[in-house]
């Protein structure tokens, strides 16, 4: 593979590769499997046989649709897409495959409904996969087609039920080699220059209620992201593992916090948004609620007025054969009126201090 130098400065690809990194990114691939989330019950042969025969799973737009492989995941997703996400029929057939008869049956026969929600757990953020279908950004939907969710993690808000924010973790990966990885389709990375196609892949709920991706690229590279929700916040932790036999550097991540579905954030301006030291902020209106993001080490804070996101975008240390780094990240909310001050508080914790890298 021929080693490319910087893509902002070196001109290498056309000039929407420089205002997409600005702007922000997704993955782009079209084979569809469904996660081994929560449960796991038999296969359900004949049911699979009926939503594959049926119409309506090849009219899903944009590569949303995502077929379980059983009943323990369909039960999981149904749950996740009509308690939390509050999808549409439509948007739960766009992704499922199911059409509106037996979507209804299934729903009836998992007892789902709006009418038997379950309450939230008290003492925790509630953080949960993104289902994919409906589309997390508001503008700029010509820099994120066909967006992919196993970089996608929704965090919903403490002030409310309905509202929540889709963090993509990571949304893009460059290096010396060019645009390594990308969770939606824009620019052509490294492997869609080469025809390659990446498989699809799910976010692994672990015992200890955490959520983990991990993915290992043709060239050797692998990469992977842990999310841990707390009382008051979600701890992450980033790496990425050189597996080619070439020293690897110029490792920019971007990590985007997408606001369409928190209300009172989705105004597509800066102007409520605050960049410093790392973090990047964005307020209501009134300025009594607030959404933090942060991630070390920090490589640039920034915003997308159009989507409208909030970036705090790290950069993993040059990286030799063999050598594993790693970043930490921090999510949180805060209500009140002294932003300035819970900034401290949060830098305070030492949550920078565990960054820290590994050789084999």
Not at 20 to 37: C, F, W
Not at 261 to 268: E, L, N, R, T, V
Not at 309 to 322: E, T
């Amino acid at each position: 593979m021929t080693r490319g130098g910087d893509i902002q400065s070196s001109g290498s690809l056309p000039d929407k590769a420089h205002h997409a990194e600005r702007d922000g990114y997704n993955e782009r691939t079209k084979v569809i499997v469904m996660p081994a989330l929560f449960r796991n019950h038999c296969l359900l042969p004949l049911l699979m046989m009926t939503i594959i025969a049926c119409p309506s799973a090849s009219h899903a737009g944009e590569g949303q649709l995502r077929m379980a492989k059983d009943d323990a995941e369909l039960r999981a997703w149904l749950e996740n897409m009509v308690w939390h996400h509050r999808y549409s029929m439509a948007e739960i057939q766009q992704v499922t495959g199911l059409d509106a008869t037996q979507l209804k049956v299934r729903l009836t026969e998992f007892n789902i409904s709006d009418s038997n929600r379950p309450p939230r757990v008290a003492d925790r953020l509630l953080m949960l996969p993104y289902p994919g279908g409906r589309h997390p950004r508001i503008g700029f939907l010509d820099g994120a087609v066909d967006p992919q969710r196993e970089t996608k993690l929704s965090v919903f808000c403490p002030w409310d039920d309905d509202s929540y924010v889709v963090m993509d973790v990571p949304e893009a990966i460059w290096s010396d080699l060019g645009l390594t990885y990308l969770a939606h389709t824009h620019v052509k990375t490294i492997w869609d220059l080469q025809g390659t196609q990446l498989e699809q892949q799910e976010w692994q709920h672990r015992d200890d209620g955490s959520f983990e991706m991990q993915r290992r690229l043709p060239n050797g590279i692998e990469f992977g992201t842990t999310a841990t929700t707390m009382s008051d916040h979600i701890v992450m932790t980033m790496f990425l593992k050189n597996g080619t036999k070439q020293p690897l550097s110029d490792l920019r991540v971007q990590n985007c916090v997408m606001l369409k579905g928190a209300k009172g954030f989705d105004q597509q301006t800066n102007e409520n948004k605050k960049f410093a030291d790392g973090y990047a902020v964005a307020g209501s209106a009134d300025g009594t609620r607030w959404i933090i993001s942060g991630w070390n080490p920090i490589h640039r804070a920034w915003g997308n007025a159009r989507c409208p996101c909030l970036h705090s975008d790290p950069k993993f240390p040059d990286c030799a054969p063999g050598e594993t780094q790693t970043l930490r990240g921090w999510f949180s909310f805060y209500q009140g009126t002294d932003i300035q001050t819970e900034l401290k508080r949060i830098e305070a914790t030492g949550w920078r201090q565990s960054t820290a890298k590994a050789s084999d």
